[in-house]
Protein backbone atom coordinates (compact mmCIF):
# COMPACT_ATOMS: atom_id res chain seq x y z
CA UNK A 1 0.00 0.00 0.00
CA UNK A 2 1.27 3.31 -0.96
CA UNK A 3 0.97 6.70 1.25
CA UNK A 4 0.77 9.77 -0.61
CA UNK A 5 2.25 12.61 1.96
CA UNK A 6 -0.98 15.74 2.30
CA UNK A 7 1.45 18.31 3.70
CA UNK A 8 1.41 21.55 1.89
CA UNK A 9 4.32 23.95 2.34
CA UNK A 10 2.75 26.97 1.99
CA UNK A 11 1.26 27.24 4.99
CA UNK A 12 5.22 26.67 6.53
CA UNK A 13 6.44 30.28 5.15
CA UNK A 14 8.08 32.46 8.63
CA UNK A 15 5.83 35.29 8.72
CA UNK A 16 8.13 38.38 7.53
CA UNK A 17 8.46 36.56 4.32
CA UNK A 18 4.94 36.42 3.76
CA UNK A 19 4.77 39.80 4.09
CA UNK A 20 6.75 41.01 1.49
CA UNK A 21 10.00 41.51 3.47
CA UNK A 22 12.46 39.52 1.40
CA UNK A 23 12.73 41.77 -1.24
CA UNK A 24 13.52 44.79 1.02
CA UNK A 25 15.88 42.58 2.93
CA UNK A 26 18.05 41.96 -0.15
CA UNK A 27 17.54 45.70 -1.04
CA UNK A 28 19.16 46.69 2.28
CA UNK A 29 21.95 44.16 2.29
CA UNK A 30 22.69 44.99 -1.49
CA UNK A 31 22.60 48.69 -0.52
CA UNK A 32 25.23 48.12 2.72
CA UNK A 33 27.65 45.96 0.41
CA UNK A 34 27.74 48.83 -1.70
CA UNK A 35 28.38 51.72 0.71
CA UNK A 36 30.82 49.30 2.15
CA UNK A 37 32.54 48.50 -1.30
CA UNK A 38 32.93 51.65 -1.92
CA UNK A 39 34.60 53.17 1.48
CA UNK A 40 38.41 52.10 1.50
CA UNK A 41 40.98 52.77 3.48
CA UNK A 42 44.18 54.89 2.63
CA UNK A 43 47.23 55.69 4.81
CA UNK A 44 47.56 59.41 4.37
CA UNK A 45 51.43 60.42 4.14
CA UNK A 46 52.06 64.28 4.67
CA UNK A 47 51.74 66.07 1.48
CA UNK A 48 54.82 67.21 0.28
CA UNK A 49 55.21 71.58 -0.71
CA UNK A 50 54.33 72.77 -3.71
CA UNK A 51 56.70 74.81 -5.38
CA UNK A 52 56.29 78.79 -4.90
CA UNK A 53 56.96 81.49 -6.98
CA UNK A 54 58.29 83.41 -4.30
CA UNK A 55 61.81 83.35 -3.42
CA UNK A 56 64.61 81.52 -4.59
CA UNK A 57 64.42 77.47 -4.13
CA UNK A 58 67.27 75.15 -2.07
CA UNK A 59 69.45 73.82 -4.26
CA UNK A 60 70.84 70.05 -3.55
CA UNK A 61 74.55 70.39 -4.26
CA UNK A 62 75.86 66.99 -3.92
CA UNK A 63 74.77 63.76 -2.12
CA UNK A 64 75.81 60.12 -1.22
CA UNK A 65 73.01 57.19 -1.21
CA UNK A 66 74.74 53.65 -1.37
CA UNK A 67 73.70 51.49 -3.84
CA UNK A 68 73.49 48.45 -1.41
CA UNK A 69 74.31 47.94 2.03
CA UNK A 70 73.13 45.01 4.67
CA UNK A 71 70.11 43.72 6.69
CA UNK A 72 69.92 44.66 10.63
CA UNK A 73 72.25 48.01 9.80
CA UNK A 74 72.01 51.94 10.53
CA UNK A 75 72.11 53.29 6.86
CA UNK A 76 73.08 56.78 6.47
CA UNK A 77 72.58 59.06 3.62
CA UNK A 78 74.42 62.06 3.19
CA UNK A 79 73.09 65.55 1.51
CA UNK A 80 74.64 69.21 1.37
CA UNK A 81 72.18 71.84 0.06
CA UNK A 82 72.35 75.59 0.43
CA UNK A 83 69.60 78.21 -0.10
CA UNK A 84 70.19 81.89 -1.37
CA UNK A 85 67.77 83.45 0.89
CA UNK A 86 69.06 81.14 3.83
CA UNK A 87 65.32 79.89 5.28
CA UNK A 88 65.63 76.30 4.81
CA UNK A 89 62.76 74.56 6.52
CA UNK A 90 63.72 71.07 6.60
CA UNK A 91 64.41 67.75 4.50
CA UNK A 92 61.41 65.70 2.85
CA UNK A 93 62.29 61.69 2.59
CA UNK A 94 59.65 59.58 1.08
CA UNK A 95 60.90 55.34 1.61
CA UNK A 96 59.09 52.76 -0.63
CA UNK A 97 59.44 49.17 -0.38
CA UNK A 98 59.46 48.08 -3.81
CA UNK A 99 56.92 45.09 -4.51
CA UNK A 100 54.95 45.30 -1.53
CA UNK A 101 53.73 49.35 -1.85
CA UNK A 102 54.58 50.05 1.74
CA UNK A 103 55.71 53.84 1.27
CA UNK A 104 56.16 56.41 4.22
CA UNK A 105 57.33 60.06 4.06
CA UNK A 106 59.34 61.91 6.62
CA UNK A 107 60.17 65.32 7.71
CA UNK A 108 63.71 66.24 8.88
CA UNK A 109 63.30 69.61 10.13
CA UNK A 110 65.96 72.39 9.56
CA UNK A 111 66.37 75.85 11.69
CA UNK A 112 66.50 78.68 8.95
CA UNK A 113 69.58 77.59 7.00
CA UNK A 114 71.39 79.13 4.88
CA UNK A 115 73.94 76.02 3.82
CA UNK A 116 73.72 71.89 5.13
CA UNK A 117 75.94 69.23 5.19
CA UNK A 118 75.16 66.24 6.54
CA UNK A 119 73.64 62.87 7.18
CA UNK A 120 70.23 61.54 7.88
CA UNK A 121 70.43 57.46 9.17
CA UNK A 122 67.66 54.99 8.60
CA UNK A 123 67.12 52.15 10.53
CA UNK A 124 67.37 48.79 8.58
CA UNK A 125 65.86 45.50 10.73
CA UNK A 126 67.03 42.18 10.09
CA UNK A 127 65.11 40.95 7.14
CA UNK A 128 65.48 37.70 5.58
CA UNK A 129 64.95 38.21 1.98
CA UNK A 130 66.52 40.56 -0.44
CA UNK A 131 64.63 44.07 -0.48
CA UNK A 132 64.95 47.32 -2.66
CA UNK A 133 64.27 50.39 -0.84
CA UNK A 134 63.65 53.50 -2.74
CA UNK A 135 64.56 56.68 -1.16
CA UNK A 136 63.35 59.99 -2.57
CA UNK A 137 65.02 63.58 -1.14
CA UNK A 138 63.41 67.21 -1.28
CA UNK A 139 64.65 70.13 0.40
CA UNK A 140 62.36 73.01 1.19
CA UNK A 141 62.24 75.89 2.47
CA UNK A 142 59.79 78.15 4.49
CA UNK A 143 58.27 80.24 1.50
CA UNK A 144 57.00 76.50 -0.20
CA UNK A 145 59.76 76.28 -2.50
CA UNK A 146 61.66 72.82 -3.15
CA UNK A 147 64.82 71.73 -4.96
CA UNK A 148 64.70 69.39 -7.51
CA UNK A 149 64.08 65.23 -6.21
CA UNK A 150 66.86 62.91 -5.87
CA UNK A 151 65.68 59.66 -6.16
CA UNK A 152 68.02 56.49 -5.46
CA UNK A 153 66.94 53.03 -5.39
CA UNK A 154 69.05 50.49 -2.36
CA UNK A 155 69.15 46.71 -2.41
CA UNK A 156 69.40 45.62 1.22
CA UNK A 157 70.53 42.52 1.64
CA UNK A 158 74.13 40.37 2.25
CA UNK A 159 76.60 42.50 0.74
CA UNK A 160 78.32 45.03 3.06
CA UNK A 161 77.49 48.91 1.49
CA UNK A 162 80.16 50.64 -0.60
CA UNK A 163 82.70 53.04 1.28
CA UNK A 164 81.91 56.20 2.05
CA UNK A 165 83.84 58.48 0.36
CA UNK A 166 86.16 60.88 1.97
CA UNK A 167 83.89 64.00 1.27
CA UNK A 168 81.52 62.74 3.99
CA UNK A 169 84.52 61.94 6.77
CA UNK A 170 84.96 65.47 7.49
CA UNK A 171 83.67 67.25 10.87
CA UNK A 172 81.50 69.49 9.53
CA UNK A 173 78.86 66.76 8.26
CA UNK A 174 76.53 67.10 11.09
CA UNK A 175 74.00 64.29 12.13
CA UNK A 176 70.45 66.07 10.78
CA UNK A 177 68.21 63.51 11.94
CA UNK A 178 67.07 59.48 12.34
CA UNK A 179 64.43 57.61 10.50
CA UNK A 180 62.20 54.46 11.59
CA UNK A 181 60.89 53.12 8.71
CA UNK A 182 58.67 49.92 9.01
CA UNK A 183 59.62 47.16 6.55
CA UNK A 184 56.69 44.72 5.59
CA UNK A 185 58.15 41.04 6.14
CA UNK A 186 56.49 37.93 5.48
CA UNK A 187 55.76 36.08 8.61
CA UNK A 188 55.59 32.55 6.94
CA UNK A 189 59.49 32.99 6.34
CA UNK A 190 60.05 32.72 10.38
CA UNK A 191 58.49 28.88 10.16
CA UNK A 192 61.23 27.77 8.48
Not at 28 to 47: D, K, M, Q, R
Not at 77 to 101: K, N, R
Not at 143 to 153: D, P, T, V, Y
Request: hydrophobic share 35%.
Amino acid sequence: MTRRCSFDHSQRRHPLLSQGHLALCTTALSLCCLILSSCTWHAATPPTPSPSPHGTPPVIDTSFIASHTLSHHIFPLYLEAHDVDGDMAGVWITLSQLGVHVEDSHFIPLHNSTRIKGFITIDIPRLETIERLRVEVVVVDREGSRSELIQREVLIGFSPPEPTPDKWKTPDVQKLGHIFFDFFQDDRLEQW
